[in-house]
């Protein structure tokens, strides 16, 4: 019987030490098929490329949407471990690089990765008084970076010469790489834009929403105008000298679609034929019965941006009836959750490309270092536990204490 539970125990112990030992197949993995917009392209449209991103921050929408994401992740919170001393100083360095730059690496979502270069001083003053600081992030456009693998490892930044900085490699932590929803071990990250690409080009896109709003006005405007016109030439008297002259009626009528389109007033012949009918007539603009369904489309396609970009309705507008969030905790807690990995994606960028590496140098050890993000849904609950805003829709009641907030603000 003992025979048998060390031949049991025997297998246990050699499939740990595969498990242990066996060399990953996902370390070398990179996903193959290329960027997003080389994969998939709706027939119709453009494939999504930076310059899209690009022109996608002209639509005032787009940028309220990624305004009203950034503001969410505002009072983020961060809970550190490790050795005292060393998250000390990583704390110090990460309230420096989020309080002055948070910025430009939310900037990240607008394309999917951003490479920054990073700057240094030494610190004057204080308990790291000597060790190298963070003086500064200087960020280049994502089509000027390019990431430097090592292996399967990010190794550091190449950045090209479009802004006079040399085409050159900077290794980590003297550059940093952010990315933005990177997938399938894609170095490169993807834009949250891209979600909203297909509503903003309804929109915009020649015929688009914009093109029949702004030719719907024109036509309720001043055009749109129908003219009954005979094909004849048409002899009209001078009203001065009684001499006839001759006009082609559609060369009249046109001269009166002119003084129309000047908003001037409009003097239209009332011609009749040999038995009294009317020849010439005029028909104002109308609309279809229902002109509002345009500006309905409009609106319909900026709620479409947004809800691409992950900023959904209720997070705008408060219920109909009840308190402010009265049905809206379910798709708030969305919303906190998905800026939530957001923010740890940021923070997990900075800690290996930047804070681990600089803490390394500054004490000469691998660093014992550890930093943990705290779920803005639960930094909101606290935060309106017993407001009037919040009742109990975000866990907590009017008469709950506020608890003291863990760990440190971003």
């Known amino acids: 019987m003992s025979t048998f539970f060390q031949s049991v125990r025997s297998v246990f112990q050699r499939t740990r030490k595969w498990l242990l030992d066996k060399p990953p197949l996902s370390r070398d993995y990179r996903d193959r ?113 390019r990431v430097v693998l090592r292996g399967s490892e990010k190794a550091g930044v190449r950045f090209g010469s479009s802004r006079d900085a040399g085409d050159g490699m900077l290794p980590f932590p003297a550059s940093l790489w952010c990315t933005f929803d990177s997938q399938f071990g894609n170095p490169y990250g993807r834009s949250l834009n891209q979600n909203s690409y297909v509503p903003f080009e309804e929109k915009w896109r020649d015929h688009g929403a914009k093109d029949v709003l702004r030719l719907r006005m024109m036509k309720d405007g001043y055009s749109g105008d129908i003219f009954w016109v005979p094909d004849q030439v048409i002899e009209i008297p001078d009203p001065v000298t009684q001499e006839k002259k001759r ?101 997990a960028d900075v800690m290996h490309d930047l804070l681990r590496p600089l803490t390394h140098i500054n004490f000469g050890r691998d660093p014992d270092l550890s930093a943990e993000v705290r779920p803005l849904m639960e930094t909101y609950a606290e935060a309106m536990s017993g407001s009037a805003l919040g ?12 608890r003291p907030a863990e760990g440190s603000e971003a």
């Open 247 to 347: 006009y082609h009626a559609i060369d009249l009528f046109r001269r009166a679609q002119e003084t129309r389109l000047a908003g001037a007033s409009m003097t239209l012949p009332r011609l009749f034929g040999s038995h009294g009918e009317e020849l010439t007539g005029y028909e104002p603009p109308h609309d279809n019965g229902r002109p509002e369904g345009i500006l309905e489309w409009n609106e319909r396609l900026d709620w479409e941006i947004w809800k691409g970009q992950g900023v959904i309705r209720e997070v705008f507008e408060a219920a109909s009836s009840g308190s402010g969030f009265s049905g809206r905790t379910v798709p708030m807690i969305h919303f906190l959750g998905m800026v939530t990995e957001e923010f740890k994606s940021i923070l």
């Open 33 to 145: 098929s290329g960027p997003p917009w080389q994969r998939f392209s709706l027939e119709s449209l453009p494939p999504f490329t930076l310059w899209q991103a690009d022109v996608m921050l002209m639509d005032p929408h787009v940028v309220f949407g990624l305004m009203v994401r950034n503001g969410a992740i505002a009072p983020a919170q961060v809970n550190w471990s490790g050795d005292p001393r060393q998250v000390r100083f990583a704390q110090q360095q990460w309230n420096r690089i989020w309080h002055d730059f948070g910025g430009a690496l939310l900037r990240t979502k607008r394309y999917g990765w951003m490479p920054f270069e990073v700057t240094y001083h030494e610190i004057a003053q204080g308990e790291f008084q000597g060790m190298l600081g963070v003086k500064g992030l200087h960020d280049f456009h994502p089509r000027d970076g």
């Open 391 to 402: 009742g109990s829709s975000f866990g907590g009641s009017r008469s709950d204490p506020a």
